[in-house]
């Protein structure tokens, strides 16, 4: 995921320390963000994301975060 993505989450998050990992490379390497869909380039072209896929991976990284804290 983008960079933004992980950051998004971060200030979201209840945890003062909250980090993301992923795996670089490859195809699958790229998820952009909504805005990067817009102004397209080679990360986008051919992607297998949607734009929304920036949202679902926030909300869903949060649900998780929710349910460690509860």
Request: charged share 25%; hydrophobic share 40%; aromatic share 12%.
């Amino acid at each position: 995921m983008f960079s933004e993505i992980a950051l998004a989450v971060k200030r979201q998050s209840p945890y003062a320390k909250t980090y993301a990992a992923g795996v670089a490379g490859g195809y699958d390497g790229y998820m952009p963000t909504a805005k990067d869909f817009i102004e397209g380039d080679y990360e986008v072209d051919g992607c297998k994301y949607s734009p929304a896929a920036e949202r679902v991976m926030i909300e869903s990284a949060l649900d998780v975060i929710g349910r460690l804290v509860n």
